[in-house]
């Protein structure tokens, strides 16, 4: 119903920045309450932020909150996650998903029904 797909990804030097990007298509965007996860090699996937279908409500995983914004622009059909301060330990395949605006807000993968194909995200010197 609605396709996601990932830019942004890369190398990003231990302290510099991170700005991803998710393109959505075939769906109602203000629909969905958008997402980012992130998934390491041997770890599951874990919640990094999401924002509400109007853009007015945030969240953030508690390792992300402070250094994190996410937002959303429904007029283009993306939503964009900035990361600050990044270390080795923020190395990830990061996913964009989103969740029927009308469930709410979701801080668990299991909470979202559509997904992008990730992109790979790689901290170092």
């Known amino acids: 119903q609605v396709s996601l797909v990932e830019s942004g990804g890369g190398l990003v030097q231990p302290g510099g920045s991170l700005s991803l990007s998710c393109a959505t298509s075939?769906?109602?965007?203000?629909?969905?309450?958008m997402g980012w996860f992130r998934q390491a090699p041997g770890k599951e996937r874990e919640f990094v932020a999401t924002?509400?279908?109007?853009?007015?409500?945030?969240y953030y995983a508690d390792f992300a909150k402070g250094r994190s914004t996410i937002s959303r622009d429904n007029a283009k059909n993306t939503v964009d996650l900035q990361m600050d301060s990044m270390t080795p330990e923020d190395t990830a395949v990061y996913y964009c998903?989103?969740?029927?605006?009308?469930?709410?807000?979701?801080?668990?993968?299991?909470?979202?029904?559509?997904w992008g194909q990730g992109t790979q995200v790689t901290v170092s010197s």
């Open positions: 998903a989103a969740r029927f605006a009308f469930r709410g807000v979701g801080t668990t993968a299991e909470e979202y029904e559509f």
């Open positions: 924002v509400s279908w109007k853009g007015d409500r945030t």
């Open positions: 075939r769906g109602t965007f203000s629909n969905y309450v």
